[in-house]
């Protein structure tokens, strides 16, 4: 048989090439013609086919193009490189087959290559042993596959949707005959599960109108699909979320809407202009098509009805994605088996409605205008409503939306009814899907129940690249623009949006036009600068009219619309708003020529901006035009600019973020002459004198605070240009929040901390590299990048030499060897008067042999945070020997988190001796064990050691290294504060501890025992101690089973009068009755001061009586859960001692304390079970003035 192809006029090849294109799903389709649109795809020499022409052709079509493009066997070639491309390999062997004259081998007749053929042996893929068994038999036949079942046998078919996610489980009982087993629409594979000695479960939802009784005559031929479809009532569907398998019957007046929307759709694309020279990318419109299938697959039994909101940034590709939804749907190719009728609602079009109802609304794309409201209402749960651009409807402000109403016919204004309808008040069982921008996402969150929210990311990077290297053409050229790009992360991330992309691309192309690839390359475009070049040259090419003198007033004009809408979050405009504004006809026809504007598709009267991106630009650039007439009209211009630069920087507010950016970019006096010679307007001169103004207010206010988006002030100031500028804001900048990520952040930390010249604190974590691997040889571009990277590094460093911080925290940063020892240079500068330093968690940790630069030269550190740093043994033992060095000044040192073992205590125990300043040593999570405090105790009982305050909570401490810290306590007149929280020392090392803690020269004022396993023995031991201890005021044993006995010890020492414990805790968390205890605190709260930890009764030192009210009843009420959140927020210094369990049994002898101890004044019982009587018992004594206390919780 010669190649089908190989003849052009041969009907039966055509014929066969329209039979494949017809298999492919919409999805498939689409990608086949988004396919054709790459050259590497094509034969050699073959043109390329308008995308007009294909976007909206069917299989019939896109034949009748194949074959004018690419006449004879071109055509087959083409779509076969396609085929491979989108690995269909079963069609591309099929199609290679007939190509050469073959069929494929095993294929079936019409039904692609999916099931079998009967010759093929089938019992491969079925269990062991089941031939055997005379269930089951196989036939042969001329048609596919038949199966042949026994009495007494059941065959589960498995059906698999070819276009979904979804699987649909469909039982047949045989008592004898046949089975055929057909694929139609979907994919089927065959189990069997034998024995059977019962029937098989009917899942949920299915219901079987007949039994199937097929006897061997009964089989059809392959490919008559319609008779298959007919047999396909074995299992009709009752649950509405799950599709069936055959499409719904097709009414007329359904037929009829189909049409009118497939039209209206295909209308909006065609009035939807593009710039000439943008590139369709196959890729991003695959990757919709992923998102496509996914999103409305359908639910199990019983789910509730769905709901999808796509969210992305502005121009990503919502719309795009929502309208092909639609238009698939309409042109019978998806969820047709699902949806009785989908409705597209446009929040352009709604926005211009008035008063309707929601009927009216549906029947504005109905045929004949006659919605058939009973058979929508019959079947709720089968339509789809497709509500794009939401966020451009401003929502009522009547209340009438509030009010519930499932009225079809009642009129109201058109956002209203919108509510309703997200709300699910008007169809409650139909399906949502909603398309919302970064504006409207949040408020559309609120109005819909449980969505499902989906991302559309819009261009990957190499999208990005691709269409850069698509657009200028030359390989070399794109190359150039790409590394350009790549030094703005903000910048690349911008052009995710199809048409952003384009104007970055084309500002680019602009841009290098007037710098030859050959001159030295200048540093990352600013995206403000790309958008003025941008602008200015399409200015250059348009009719005078838009670039005369006379049309400044319509630019200032233009530009406060722009203004206008960013403040209102409205992105389309009205005739009435442009007429507002005097805005002229022929300037508002230039701006869409120029395609700065364009016409919404489903509004007639409406224009936006073609994209979001420039009405931010245009906006900004109203704020740097002269005049004072703020946008809304009421408030001056400069006022409106300090309210937005807050929402921006102070209240870190991203929708602010690009007009911001903009806005900082056109303060720069290149770009302003630019644009004032391209636009005919004068800039106004005064406008970074008024953002001087706010930077003053900010310091004045002290409104820069944790929230504040320091690193975006850096990048907008970068955008400047204006170093000048820089170092006048900055000057009033007094703390900083960097977390330098990316050679862009790099950039412009390096162009602004050199200017920080008043900084005094600073929080600098970098994970960027800053030492690429020298790869390539001297002067490549590489290498002068590299280069320029540590130059930059060296400009934020220059920051510590200022003489002005005090406070740096460079906590989990990654730093090079390079990098590591430049930092410590400047660290180690005479200039430099750093006192506070926290290096946690700082890789790699070899760099903190560099601190000896810092530590030998600088004299001002008094405060060094090691903690979280892996401090292995080669690391530690230099590390110790340099903060031992004579000229180091530390008092303060964390090594918390250090991975420090007994091995490394000996150097440690060397440095309390050889450090004459250092008074605190925190060494908490490391497992010293009871031989690593042996070796530092060893060190405390020098008469050179001062070190006043030693943490070692959880250090896997046992009661052996109790003797060890006992002694300690005795011989040492410094140490007053130990901290042994989290050790297993048990009643055992307590009474160690107790030995010297009963000693009267003992000078520790402030012990840390909670969580160490201690009981009531403990708590005796520790009585007994306190009896003869004249120092202790704070005594930590929460956690501890020390229970009502062991509390009524230590409360027989506070009665004492020589007894000067101020605060002890036995509780931390409410689990509890605290309600009469809760008046009391509640009370407390509203009359008294907070100070540090506890509640604390205002003025500060007076006792609980003092603001106790006279009567006995307290109004207050309060509950526990508010309690603890105020505890919790308020008490975050005071010592925890939780879960002691205590009952109301304890409270006598409490009582006795609070009301005749003079030195208790903090006492914590959260987390006890002290019950109402106990708490009343407590309430008494805190009326009396006798009562010292001034913490209680």
Not at 34 to 62: S, V
Not at 138 to 157: D, M, Y
Not at 316 to 328: D, E, Q, S
Not at 930 to 959: D, H, K
């Amino acid at each position: 048989m010669a190649s089908p192809a190989g003849i052009p006029g041969h009907d039966g090849a055509r014929d066969q090439l329209l039979s494949h294109l017809r298999r492919l799903d919409p999805w498939q389709l689409e990608d086949f013609k988004l396919g054709l649109q790459c050259p590497e795809l094509l034969p050699a020499g073959a043109r390329w086919i308008p995308w007009a022409d294909l976007r909206a052709a069917g299989p019939a079509d896109l034949l009748c193009l194949l074959e004018e493009c690419y006449p004879g066997r071109r055509a087959w070639e083409a779509a076969l490189r396609v085929f491979q491309n989108l690995r269909l390999s079963s069609l591309c062997e099929r199609l290679r087959a007939e190509l050469h004259g073959e069929r494929a081998a095993g294929a079936l007749p019409g039904v692609c290559g999916v099931l079998p053929d009967c010759g093929a042996p089938l019992s491969g893929s079925l269990p062991d042993g089941l031939w055997e068994s005379g269930a089951l038999a196989r036939e042969r036949s001329g048609c596919s596959c038949i199966l042949a079942v026994g009495p007494g046998a059941a065959v589960t078919v498995v059906v698999r949707a070819s276009l979904k996610f979804w699987v649909l489980w469909i039982y047949a009982w045989v008592w004898g005959g046949c089975v055929r087993v057909w694929n139609g629409r979907f994919r089927v594979t065959l189990s069997v599960r034998l024995p059977l000695s019962s029937p098989l479960p009917v899942p949920t939802g299915v219901r079987f109108q007949h039994e199937l009784r097929l006897c061997k005559g009964a089989c059809l031929q392959c490919g008559q699909v319609d008779k298959l479809e007919e047999m396909s009532q074995v299992g009709r569907l009752q649950d509405p979320n799950q599709e069936e398998p055959a499409a719904l019957e097709e009414t007329a007046h359904r037929r009829r809407y189909r049409e009118r929307l497939r039209t209206r759709i295909l209308a909006l694309w065609d009035r939807t202009p593009w710039p000439e020279d943008h590139i369709y990318l196959r890729d991003v419109t695959q990757r919709e098509h992923a998102e496509l299938r996914g999103l409305l697959q359908p639910r199990g039994p019983g789910a509730p009805p769905l709901t999808v909101l796509l969210e992305g940034a502005a121009g990503v590709g919502k719309t795009t994605l929502a309208t092909k939804l639609v238009l698939h749907w309409a042109e019978g190719v998806l969820f047709r088996g699902r949806f009785s009728y989908v409705f597209y609602i446009s929040g352009h079009r709604l926005a211009e409605l008035g008063d309707t109802s929601f009927a009216g609304l549906l029947a504005l794309d109905w045929p004949d205008s006659q919605v058939p409201v009973e058979e929508l209402r019959a079947h709720p749960e089968r339509l789809l409503f497709v509500i794009d651009g939401a966020e451009e409807v401003i929502l009522g402000s009547d209340g009438s939306a509030s009010r519930p109403s499932a009225d079809w016919y009642q009129e109201l204004p058109a956002a209203s009814i919108l509510v309703r309808l997200l709300k699910r008040e008007l169809v409650p069982e139909a399906t949502l899907l909603v398309t919302a921008g970064p504006p409207g996402g949040r408020a559309l969150r609120r109005l819909l129940l449980s969505p499902c929210c989906v991302g559309i990311p819009g261009f990957t990077e190499g999208d990005r690249r691709e269409y850069l290297r698509r657009f200028l053409g030359d390989p070399d050229v794109a190359e150039e623009a790409w590394r350009r790009m790549r030094g703005s992360e903000t910048l690349v991330r911008s052009c995710a949006a199809p048409l952003a992309c384009w104007a970055v691309c084309a500002g680019l192309k602009r841009q290098l036009a007037a710098s030859p690839a050959s001159a030295p390359a200048p540093g990352a475009p600013t995206p403000t600068s790309l958008y003025a070049r941008l602008f200015c040259s399409l200015l250059a090419e348009a009719e005078p009219g838009l670039r005369a003198g006379s049309s400044a007033g319509q630019w200032r004009a233009f530009c406060s619309l722009a203004a206008e809408g960013l403040w209102l979050a409205a992105f389309t405009f009205a005739g009435d708003a442009l007429e507002r504004r005097r805005l002229e006809a022929p300037f508002i026809d230039g701006l869409l020529r120029l395609q700065i504007l364009r016409r919404v598709s489903d509004c007639e009267h409406c224009v936006t901006f073609a994209h979001r991106s420039f009405q931010e630009f245009f906006g900004a650039l109203f704020y740097v035009l002269r005049g004072s007439r703020g946008s809304l009209g009421g408030v001056p211009r400069h006022q409106e600019m300090r309210r937005w630069l807050n929402h921006a920087f102070a209240d870190a507010n991203p929708y602010w973020r690009q007009t911001v950016r903009f806005f900082f970019g056109l303060l720069g006096t290149d770009l302003a002459g630019q644009l004032e010679e391209a636009l005919g307007c004068q800039m106004y001169p005064g406008a970074a004198d008024e953002l001087l103004d706010w930077a003053e207010e900010l310091e004045r206010c002290g409104a820069v605070s944790a929230h504040f988006d320091f690193l975006w002030l850096f990048q907008c100031l970068h955008e400047t240009q204006d170093e000048n500028l820089a170092r006048r804001v900055l000057n009033h900048l007094p703390e900083a929040d960097l977390d330098i990520q990316g050679c862009e952040h790099l950039r412009v930390s390096s162009f602004c901390l050199k200017h920080c010249q008043k900084l005094r604190k600073l929080r600098l974590s970098v994970s960027c590299d800053l030492e690429k691997k020298r790869t390539s040889g001297l002067g490549t571009p590489e290498m002068r990048a590299a280069d320029f990277q540590m130059h930059q590094w060296e400009d934020v460093c220059s920051v510590f030499c200022s003489g002005n911080l005090i406070e740096l925290d460079l906590s989990n940063s990654k730093l090079s060897t390079a990098s590591m020892m430049r930092l410590c240079l400047n660290l180690g500068n005479p200039r430099c008067r750093l006192q506070k330093l926290a290096w946690k968690s700082v890789s790699p940790v070899e760099g903190l042999r560099k601190l000896g630069l810092l530590l030998h030269g600088n004299r001002h550190l008094t405060h060094l945070d090691l903690s979280s740093n892996i401090l292995r043994a080669a690391v530690s033992p230099g590390v110790f020997r340099m903060l031992g060095h004579s000229a180091c000044s530390l008092k303060y040192l964390w090594l918390e988190k250090g991975n420090l073992s007994a091995a490394a205590c000996e150097a440690l125990a060397s440095l309390l001796t050889s450090t004459p300043r250092l008074t605190r040593l925190c060494l908490g999570l490391n497992p010293l064990g009871n031989e690593g405090v042996r070796l530092l105790c060893g060190s405390l009982t020098w008469p050179a050691c001062v070190l006043q305050r030693l943490e070692l909570w959880w250090c896997l401490l046992g009661a052996p290294s109790c003797r060890h810290l006992s002694d300690a306590l005795c011989r040492s007149r410094s140490l007053t504060h130990l901290n042994l929280r989290k050790n297993n020392l048990g009643d055992g090392g307590v009474k160690l501890l107790c030995a010297a803690l009963g000693r009267a020269y003992c000078a520790l004022q402030s012990l840390n025992l909670s969580h160490c396993s201690l009981t009531v023995a403990g708590c005796c031991e520790l009585a007994y101690a306190l009896k003869r201890n004249g120092h202790l005021k704070i005594l930590d044993v929460g956690n501890n089973a020390v229970q009502d006995e062991g509390v009524r010890e230590l409360c027989s020492v506070l009665k004492s009068p020589s007894c000067v414990l101020q605060t002890l805790g036995i509780g931390m968390w409410i689990k509890c009755y605290l309600s009469t205890l809760a008046k009391c605190l509640v009370c407390v709260s509203k009359s008294a001061s907070v100070a540090r930890g506890f509640f604390t009764t205002a003025p500060p030192g007076k006792p609980f009586s003092s603001v106790f009210p006279p009567k006995s009843g307290v109004p207050f009420v309060c509950n526990p859960s508010v309690l603890e959140d105020h505890l919790s927020r308020f008490c975050p210094n005071t010592p925890r001692l939780e879960k002691c369990s205590l009952t109301a049994v304890c409270c006598r002898p409490l009582s006795c304390v609070l009301g005749s101890s003079k030195s208790l004044e903090n006492l914590n019982l959260l987390g006890n079970n002290l019950g109402p009587d106990g708490v009343s018992r407590l309430w008494k004594p805190l009326r009396k003035s006798t009562c010292r206390l001034r913490k209680l919780g």
